[in-house]
């Protein structure tokens, strides 16, 4: 059952400062709550208010301003996940994930799917050529990404993906990077621990599980070693130097290592930013 934001039991939504609307909406982002999104976007709506800038999202739209067209990159377990869910809930954009994709691709049996599906199946890495048709097809011909723009996580990940998306005449506004040392990278994995019930991932020195019965499922994900994320990063430093280069003129990065409701307040300035001068 939905949660109604306006029903009494929400009330005290209305009576936060700009940081405790940040905090809260960063605690929601993360939890499984069935209207997060929701919730979230009454939040950041919240917060934005009390700033006296313009709120994000479809409403502020004026009916002539483009939608908003966002890549956000980062190492295995920067963050990204966390900041997608504000960013979603303040401005309405579509969140796209190669896996999600892929996962819809599949279930839907479609041709590009079926392809896919095959790859998957014998573990071995689906090529470029496929990943890349997979969002061309989704970003061109949705029309809900037409209307409310799109935010690409985690792709492009290679500068062939990045070359191939200018050349659909796909031009983000904005190249959002979160940069972590590596071994931050490597203690946030190796210590990461998620419910198999739930879904809900906790870390076991920073966020450990609740005693008891919910500590003793949690689980350990098989590639959450440290020679495993060892190898993920190496691909991924190889990558993004030259992904960064191609967006130079509208990457912003930020230090992924700050407590995150400091980096989302900074995230979402700079997606405010971009919004103002497109004119939402």
């Given at each position: 059952?939905?949660?109604?934001?306006?029903?009494?039991?929400?009330?005290?939504?209305?009576?936060?400062?700009?940081?405790?609307?940040?905090?809260?909406?960063?605690?929601?982002?993360?939890?499984?709550?069935?209207?997060?999104?929701?919730?979230?976007?009454?939040?950041?709506?919240?917060?934005?208010?009390?700033?006296?800038?313009?709120?994000?999202?479809?409403?502020?739209?004026?009916?002539?301003?483009?939608?908003?067209?966002?890549?956000?990159?980062?190492?295995?377990?920067?963050?990204?996940?966390?900041?997608?869910?504000?960013?979603?809930?303040?401005?309405?954009?579509?969140?796209?994930?190669?896996?999600?994709?892929?996962?819809?691709?599949?279930?839907?049996?479609?041709?590009?799917?079926?392809?896919?599906?095959?790859?998957?199946?014998?573990?071995?890495?689906?090529?470029?050529?496929?990943?890349?048709?997979?969002?061309?097809?989704?970003?061109?011909?949705?029309?809900?990404?037409?209307?409310?723009?799109?935010?690409?996580?985690?792709?492009?990940?290679?500068?062939?993906?990045?070359?191939?998306?200018?050349?659909?005449?796909?031009?983000?506004?904005?190249?959002?990077?979160?940069?972590?040392?590596?071994?931050?990278?490597?203690?946030?994995?190796?210590?990461?621990?998620?419910?198999?019930?739930?879904?809900?991932?906790?870390?076991?020195?920073?966020?450990?599980?609740?005693?008891?019965?919910?500590?003793?499922?949690?689980?350990?994900?098989?590639?959450?070693?440290?020679?495993?994320?060892?190898?993920?990063?190496?691909?991924?430093?190889?990558?993004?130097?030259?992904?960064?280069?191609?967006?130079?003129?509208?990457?912003?990065?930020?230090?992924?290592?700050?407590?995150?409701?400091?980096?989302?307040?900074?995230?979402?300035?700079?997606?405010?930013?971009?919004?103002?001068r497109k004119g939402h």
């Amino acid at each position: 059952m939905l949660t109604d934001v306006r029903s009494p039991a929400c009330s005290w939504m209305f009576n936060l400062s700009c940081a405790q609307a940040y905090l809260a909406a960063y605690i929601l982002a993360q939890s499984s709550h069935p209207d997060r999104e929701a919730l979230c976007a009454n939040l950041m709506e919240q917060a934005g208010v009390e700033e006296g800038g313009a709120v994000g999202g479809i409403s502020g739209r004026n009916g002539q301003a483009e939608p908003l067209r966002i890549i956000i990159a980062g190492a295995p377990c920067s963050g990204k996940g966390t900041q997608c869910e504000l960013i979603k809930a303040k401005f309405d954009v579509v969140h796209l994930s190669t896996g999600d994709l892929l996962r819809a691709e599949v279930a839907a049996r479609s041709p590009l799917g079926q392809q896919a599906e095959k790859y998957m199946a014998s573990g071995r890495l689906i090529p470029d050529d496929l990943i890349i048709s997979m969002v061309k097809e989704r970003v061109t011909t949705d029309p809900e990404i037409a209307r409310r723009g799109w935010m690409l996580d985690g792709f492009p990940r290679t500068e062939v993906q990045a070359r191939a998306l200018e050349e659909a005449g796909l031009h983000p506004d904005i190249f959002l990077l979160l940069d972590v040392p590596d071994e931050v990278v490597i203690s946030r994995v190796t210590g990461r621990r998620t419910d198999p019930v739930t879904g809900v991932s906790y870390h076991v020195v920073h966020d450990p599980p609740p005693a008891g019965e919910i500590a003793a499922r949690c689980v350990q994900r098989a590639d959450d070693t440290e020679a495993k994320i060892a190898t993920r990063l190496h691909a991924f430093h190889e990558a993004i130097h030259s992904i960064s280069e191609q967006y130079a003129p509208i990457k912003v990065e930020f230090d992924g290592n700050v407590p995150k409701a400091k980096l989302s307040k900074q995230i979402l300035a700079a997606l405010e930013d971009v919004a103002q001068r497109k004119g939402h």
